[in-house]
């Protein structure tokens, strides 16, 4: 199971559609309800980091990762994370911003956030609707997965 990657981020971050993506799925639209352990990822629902008492379900998770992925939705303005939070993993923590594509989309204040979150390295800047920057996170995922098997 150490070949999986957590991916948390707050509600509606485009975490299960980002899986989709890069499994070459069909985007469909599902709302997470619990952890899923389905193919190489964890999927979490939003709700475990915007309810603080749920912090300890997404550290638990993450022993069973090889990395952690914070999603951050770049038409969000506020950050979910709280500061520092990458700090609380003991797995290396990268950033995706999210929805970049979106004509409301702010991704310098959605990397500033993920840095206030303690993340100092890779972070990505994707699209899951128009594939922008999808091949290089695929590339870092393949990576990962294949490392660890």
């Given at each position: 199971m150490k070949n999986k990657i957590l991916l948390m981020g707050g509600i509606g971050a485009g975490k299960t559609t980002l899986k989709q993506r890069l499994l070459n799925e069909s985007l469909v639209y599902l709302k997470t309800q619990s952890l899923d352990?389905?193919?190489?990822?964890?999927?979490?629902p939003g709700e475990y980091l915007e309810i603080p008492r749920y912090y300890h379900v997404l550290i638990d998770a993450s022993f069973g990762a090889v990395e952690v992925w914070a999603l951050h939705d770049a038409t969000r303005r506020n950050c979910p994370f709280p500061p520092k939070f990458a700090t609380a993993f003991r797995r290396p923590v990268i950033g995706v911003v999210t929805k970049v594509d979106h004509c409301d989309a702010c991704p310098d204040i959605a990397e500033n956030n993920l840095r206030k979150a303690g993340i100092v390295g890779q972070i990505y800047h994707v699209s899951a609707k128009t594939g922008d920057g999808i091949?290089?996170?695929?590339?870092?995922?393949?990576?990962?997965?294949?490392?660890s098997e």
């Open positions: 352990y389905s193919s190489i990822f964890i999927d979490c091949q290089e996170l695929a590339l870092h995922m393949s990576s990962l997965t294949s490392q």
